[in-house]
């Protein structure tokens, strides 16, 4: 199966700590490289996994506070440093603009690259971003300033062709596509063989949601139904859900509530606040809710 990882170079909030570093992920599909939020020191956190910074194409930032955005500076720089030619694509709601453009005139002018601001609707759900492979599509959130996270889902996939109908029917490759696509196949004595016979089902399309920061909303598990894996700040144990009001943030419990909602496959909880000195009280108040949790760390690598 084609690749479609997410790796965790960041899971903390706001306040730094020893423990963890700010929000930032990148997601690997099938080798292109889409960078979730730039929090501080995610370029070193890269070099610590081993994944190139020369191979992030798109970065898409939620919303225009610190922790999800002081990586940028650095990073671009380094990719200048690097020799980087491609154009990098930068997503977010309009405030990240003027942010972006002040890192450009102070410290990037005159590197080798274009970098190009791409806004985004954080009230909207829409398709933002596509290739061959892939959609990317906003989920308006609710935080103290213009917030969206990102759903990003694999394109269907044609059906397999079976082997075995290739040797028997002496199926020429110049064909092999034109059955995947639906159609049948007709041998030199004129019998007709269906497409549904010649080929199984396709490899179900994978997604993945990334859901940092936002207020608890009930609703938001209706835009990622059924998703593979989903990402769901829980900022705060179900004790300071007052607190978590007042910031809007979630608890881990309002997490696993909309992974429930969504029946989703998997749900990783993650912007943890810089008080929380056990984060096994998180997991277990989610797991009490949605038993397919984990807490997301610094290093960690998950498949869709």
Not at 72 to 91: Q, V
Not at 133 to 153: A, D, F, Q
Not at 250 to 258: I, M, P
Request: glycine fraction near 8%; charged fraction near 20%.
């Amino acid at each position: 199966m084609e690749t479609f990882k997410v790796n965790i170079l960041g899971c903390g909030s706001a306040k730094p700590t020893t423990r963890h570093m700010p929000t930032a992920q990148i997601v690997d599909f099938r080798s292109k490289y889409f960078m979730l939020d730039c929090g501080e020191g995610a370029q070193v956190q890269m070099q610590r996994m081993g994944l190139s910074m020369l191979r992030i194409g798109h970065i898409f930032i939620t919303h225009n506070h610190g922790d999800h955005v002081f990586g940028l500076p650095g990073l671009i720089s380094t990719m200048a440093l690097l020799g980087r030619t491609a154009g990098l694509y930068i997503h977010g709601p309009k405030e990240i603009e003027g942010f972006l453009s002040c890192i450009l005139s102070t410290y990037c002018e005159g590197i080798g690259f274009k970098v190009e601001f791409i806004p985004v609707d954080p009230t909207s759900h829409s398709l933002i971003y596509e290739d061959r492979g892939l959609t990317v599509w906003s989920l308006p959130l609710k935080h103290r300033v213009p917030c969206c996270g990102y759903l990003l889902k694999e394109k269907e996939r044609l059906p397999h062709i079976r082997r075995e109908m290739i040797d028997a029917f002496d199926i020429p490759v110049s064909q092999i596509n034109n059955i995947k696509a639906g159609a049948s196949w007709t041998t030199p004595d004129g019998t007709v063989i269906p497409h549904e016979r010649l080929t199984t089902p396709a490899t179900p399309a994978r997604s993945y949601a990334y859901c940092s920061d936002t207020r608890y909303l009930p609703h938001l598990a209706s835009l990622v139904r059924g998703v593979d894996l989903l990402y769901h700040e829980a900022t705060f144990p179900d004790e300071r859900q007052l607190r978590a009001a007042q910031t809007a943030h979630s608890t881990a419990r309002q997490a696993a509530r909309v992974a429930r909602d969504a029946q989703a496959g998997r749900l990783i909880i993650g912007h943890f606040s810089a008080s929380i000195k056990d984060e096994e009280t998180l997991l277990k108040e989610a797991q009490e809710v949605f038993p397919q949790t984990c807490l997301a760390h610094e290093g960690l690598t998950l498949d869709v």
